[in-house]
Nanobody, 124 residues
Framework: QVQLVESGGGWVQAGGSLRLSCAAS????????MGWFRQAPGKEREFVAG????????LYEDSVKGRFTISRDNAKNTVYLQMNSLKPEDTAIYFC?????????????????WGRGTQVAVSS
């Protein structure tokens, strides 16, 4: 079992930055691929970014490429999402997720454990 707790959400003006963190507890965090998803009101939960167990490979949804960066620190059992140049359409609840396989995918169904989310609001 892996427990995930997100933090770092908040309100920011368009063009601003936020850094989300996801702290993991439980066994073998360093063996899991990790992902960030988001869900805006009235919309499906969508993939944002993923990172392999080693941090050696990353994956991004097209709309966040060049603006968001996912990283992890296995010594601290933490994964991060640095979000720059934020836009109002980035407003959503952001969820951290863990996949027991080593490589990250963009499929929601591939992820085995989920956090409760942290709210991000971007004003224009």
């Amino acid at each position: 079992q892996v427990q995930l707790v997100e933090s770092g959400g908040g309100w920011v003006q368009a063009g601003g930055s936020l850094r989300l963190s996801c702290a993991a507890s439980g066994r073998a965090f360093s063996m899991y691929a990790m992902g960030w998803f988001r869900q805006a009101p009235g919309k499906e939960r969508e993939f944002v970014a993923g990172i392999s167990w080693s941090g050696g490979s990353t994956l991004y949804e097209d709309s966040v490429k060049g603006r968001f960066t996912i990283s992890r620190d296995n010594a601290k059992n933490t994964v991060y999402l640095q979000m720059n140049s934020l836009k109002p359409e980035d407003t959503a609840i952001y969820f951290c997720a863990a996949d027991q396989r080593p490589q990250a995918t963009g499929k929601r169904s591939d992820y085995d454990y989920w956090g409760r989310g942290t709210q991000v609001a971007v004003s224009s």
